[in-house]
């Protein structure tokens, strides 16, 4: 079953097609690809660029990228409406180990919530609404499979 290009489908619905197919994967020959570090931070590059091109087609505004401070990070920074966003990309090549958002663990979660802390009280940001959200980024054969946002994905303990 093919997914048409010009429809939109949930990150569950290409799953289901495409799962066959990213089980069966066999990875590249290790003496010629790149080390797992260069690949892990390509990968990440890229599901980062296809998350960011996501959020805005969704109307989100881009404040910040990468943000890090002492506590954590917060891989996008972003506006919505009234309401600021804190984005957790997470990016993978196949589904062996899951699906993507059940990477963000509840030590993940924590920091990103430090980060936000971090980050409102450096640009004096105490009257708006924050939320976490993330976004999923699934790869087959190199290419960009299925981009999902997840809207206030989680709430860390403050």
Request: with cysteine; glycine share 6%; charged share 25%.
């Amino acid at each position: 079953m093919a997914i048409p290009s010009d429809q939109r489908y949930t990150l569950s619905d290409r799953i289901a097609v495409l799962q066959p197919f990213l089980r069966s994967m066999q990875p590249e020959n290790p003496s010629t690809s790149p080390s797992p570090t260069v690949r892990g931070q390509q990968l990440g590059r890229l599901g980062e660029a296809e998350a960011e091109a996501e959020l805005i087609r969704r109307g989100y505004t881009i404040r910040s990228r990468n943000y890090h401070c002492r506590e954590g990070e917060a891989d996008v920074v972003a506006d919505e409406g009234e309401t600021l966003v804190f984005v957790e990309v997470k990016t993978r090549s196949g589904l062996r180990h899951g699906l993507p958002r059940e990477a963000v663990g509840w030590t993940k979660q924590q920091r990103l919530g430090a980060a936000a802390l971090h980050y409102c009280h450096h640009y004096e940001i105490d009257d708006r609404p924050i939320r976490f959200d993330i976004v999923e980024v699934v790869l087959f054969q190199g290419e960009v499979a299925a981009v999902e946002v997840i809207p206030d994905a989680f709430v860390p303990d403050f």
